[in-house]
């Protein structure tokens, strides 16, 4: 498999040493920063090569994950983060999505279950802990609030999105070419005002458009 690069930001020191312990023992991980705090992690993003995927706590000094996730999606949009964390909160579940998480995973969860998530959002999916896909099930349930001007074609996009297609696979189903698919996924991130694919499906859920 294609080395994958991560970055923890996490304020434990213990279970940040014990999580970069765990995935560097994987041929294909490479996970050699480390930040306790998002401000750290921002001021490095900003001035080193970045990482393809960051594992980010919510409770985080300082600046909260959440705010950590909106700021990094200003500069550097295609960096991937998955949310790591204690807490199954529907709303810090929601608005991390939102913010534009590409998942959001609990600290219960085993090293090979994140290791998996790392995998699946890495290769473009979405990675969800079984208590954290309930809860964004459970919006699907909820009444509409508009259509946002969503498209017949960027509605189909978003349901395979939500089936967790990645965008190649979304352009085989549909026949059409990846530049295609991604620009309708464009224009649905614009119409929904999200950054991430997972931002879209749990927007879309919550209001009912899909």
């Given at each position: 498999m294609i080395p994958i690069n991560i970055w923890i930001v996490e304020d434990d020191a213990g279970y940040r040493r014990n999580l970069q312990r765990s995935l560097v023992r994987e041929k294909h991980i490479d996970c050699n920063r480390v930040f306790p705090s998002c401000i750290e992690f921002l001021e490095a993003i900003r001035?080193?090569?970045?990482?393809?995927?960051?594992?980010?706590?919510?409770?985080?000094?300082g600046m909260s994950g959440v705010e950590g996730i909106r700021e990094l999606k200003t500069f550097a949009p295609d960096v991937a983060v998955i949310v790591l964390t204690l807490s199954d909160d529907k709303e810090k579940v929601m608005q991390s999505l939102d913010a534009g998480a590409a998942g959001y995973l609990l600290k219960s969860s085993?090293?090979?279950?994140?290791?998996?998530?790392l995998e699946q959002v890495f290769m473009g999916s979405a990675a969800l802990s079984p208590k954290v896909a309930k809860i964004v099930l459970e919006e699907l349930r909820k009444p509409g609030a508009g259509e946002f001007s969503l498209s017949d074609r960027e509605k189909e996009v978003l349901g395979l999105l939500a089936e967790d297609l990645s965008i190649k696979e979304i352009a085989a189903q549909l026949e059409v070419s990846?530049?295609?698919?991604?620009?309708?996924?464009?224009?649905i991130y614009k119409k929904l005002d999200v950054q991430s694919q997972t931002g879209a499906v749990a927007k879309a859920l919550r209001a009912g458009v899909i």
């Open positions: 001035t080193d090569k970045h990482p393809d995927l960051v594992l980010m706590d919510l409770g985080l000094p085993s090293t090979r279950q994140i290791v998996n998530g990846r530049a295609t698919a991604a620009f309708h996924l464009g224009n």
